[in-house]
């Protein structure tokens, strides 16, 4: 159910959508600001979440499972996966749609900028930057310039 309404408010557009959507995931999600923007075309897939005050959501993004600090800037098509493995496939008998996974928290520190198309995968320490199209797959530390497939360190701050 919650997906379902997830899904229909992300349709909505411009600053009324925006106000729909963050006031569904106040009402629905661990800890969500008021002091959000959420844009056209977001799915916030899982209610395990804690967005901080000055976040922006770009338009077309996916976000799971997460904690997203103060201030933080996704741009569009941004995908925040609630971890590296949600889906299990070791088992070769089994299909991997029913393999068990295993969701965690992704950590977003504050002040972050992610660029368009990036995946985060991991843990963003305080003031990191990810480029646009990376994918992030292991953690970095505070103040980190991030990006490429794997991301790997570019600088830090």
């Known amino acids: 159910m919650f997906q379902a309404f997830s899904q229909l408010l992300s349709m909505l557009?411009?600053?009324?959508?925006?106000?729909?959507?963050?006031?569904?995931?106040?009402?629905?999600?661990?800890?969500?600001?008021?002091?959000?923007?959420?844009?056209?075309?977001?799915?916030?897939?899982?209610?395990?979440?804690?967005?901080?005050?000055?976040?922006?959501?770009?338009?077309?993004?996916?976000?799971?499972?997460?904690?997203?600090?103060?201030?933080?800037?996704?741009?569009?098509?941004?995908?925040?996966?609630?971890?590296?493995n949600q889906h299990g496939f070791n088992e070769i008998d089994v299909p991997i749609k029913d393999q068990k996974g295993e969701l965690t928290k992704v950590q977003i520190g504050k002040n972050c900028w992610i660029g368009n198309g990036a995946i985060i995968m991991a843990d963003l320490g305080d003031n990191s930057i990810v480029a646009a199209g990376s994918v992030v797959t292991k953690a970095f530390p505070a103040g980190s310039i991030v990006g490429g497939n794997p991301a790997k360190l570019i600088r830090s701050r």
């Open 13 to 84: 557009p411009g600053k009324f959508g925006s106000f729909f959507r963050v006031c569904l995931h106040r009402w629905l999600c661990n800890d969500v600001s008021i002091d959000i923007y959420i844009g056209f075309g977001v799915l916030l897939s899982q209610r395990n979440m804690d967005i901080s005050d000055g976040v922006y959501i770009g338009p077309q993004s996916n976000i799971g499972s997460c904690y997203i600090g103060e201030n933080c800037l996704l741009g569009s098509g941004v995908h925040v996966l609630s971890g590296k």
